[in-house]
């Protein structure tokens, strides 16, 4: 029988991208990334994607692979991903999952349904609304909709808040209070594919003192001239903190502000990831996160042994696209 494949999960500097790397050279395995940002090029710092030299190390996909003015859907994440997994497996080697998109790994496990396409009417309308008003407004509109996607969802996600508010403008434009029917779609449930879900848990204050830390380790490298290079108006604009920065390059705060803001903002980023984690159906929590402890752990669980990752000796590549 194929071995389950592991997907590891946690708030973002959880250390979940480290912990995957490890495992994925002491047993023979390749990484997929399942995180929003991740996916966008040039982005590197904000994002706090894998290194060049991590990507070399293990081979990554799903990482750096978008243009930062390219949209991305859960659907098509599902779909990249199924392929990438048989790809991974027909060279015999093992699959992580990684990353803290709650809403791509809980749609590749086959745990929930994807909404439909919709009407292109409403589509326009919304867009018509955002060209007029700004993130907060449509926020709010959402709020009045459906306060409960509203609550998860930052008011500068202006991707998600406006694909809500299309859902919701569908309901009233079928005068039916339910969702619309969901869209059957390919998943680890349904390929027969089977996982173990593990969620890398650290104390809030522990997650918050790495927060601190990768902050100044991103202002260090650079992300206030990645953020001007992606610009404003990119889709992938709206990844944590860089609201922030684009208002201190528009003289709105200092920089003092800035860092401030920027770090709240991955707080609360975390605090709600955590809030995802805690109602993840299969999820198990990893506490002990010594090398040593996960290794007996995921052994026991699995079934895995080390092996020789099979790129040692030659050249490996970083996998930076899809199939």
Request: net charge positive.
């Amino acid at each position: 029988m194929t071995e389950p494949l592991l997907i590891l999960m946690g708030e973002t500097a959880s250390g979940k991208s480290e912990l995957a790397l490890h495992l994925a050279e002491r047993y023979d395995a390749e990484i997929i990334g399942a995180d929003s940002r991740q996916i966008y090029r040039d982005m590197e710092i904000g994002t706090a994607a894998p290194t060049a030299e991590e990507r070399a190390r293990v081979p990554h996909h799903g990482i750096a692979f978008l243009a930062p003015h390219d949209s991305y859907s859960a659907a098509r994440f599902v779909a990249d991903t199924l392929t990438t997994i048989a790809q991974i497996r027909a060279r015999h080697r093992r699959v992580i999952v990684v990353g803290g998109t709650g809403f791509y790994i809980r749609a590749l496990c086959g745990d929930m349904l994807l909404a439909p396409a919709v009407d292109t009417a409403i589509r326009a309308r919304i867009r018509r609304e955002a060209e007029l008003h700004a993130p907060e407004w449509l926020h709010a509109w959402l709020a009045l909709r459906d306060p409960v996607r509203a609550a998860a969802l930052h008011p500068h996600d202006t991707y998600r808040v406006q694909r809500a508010l299309e859902l919701c403008l569908m309901r009233v434009s079928r005068n039916d209070d339910t969702p619309p029917p969901a869209d059957r779609h390919a998943s680890l449930l349904s390929a027969g594919l089977a996982y173990h879900k593990v969620w890398v848990r650290r104390s809030v204050a522990e997650v918050e003192s790495r927060i601190a830390s990768r902050v100044e380790r991103m202002f260090a490298s650079g992300i206030i001239a990645e953020a001007e290079r992606v610009g404003p108006e990119a889709v992938a604009a709206t990844a944590v903190g860089y609201p922030a920065i684009f208002a201190y390059l528009a003289g709105q705060m200092s920089e003092v502000e800035l860092r401030r803001a920027f770090r709240t903002a991955t707080s609360r980023y975390a605090k709600r990831q955590r809030t995802w984690l805690r109602t993840e159906p299969n999820l198990v929590s990893l506490d002990d996160l010594r090398f040593d402890a996960v290794e007996r752990r995921l052994e026991e669980v699995l079934g895995w042994s080390p092996r020789v990752a099979s790129w040692h000796g030659g050249s490996p590549r970083a996998a930076k696209s899809r199939p």
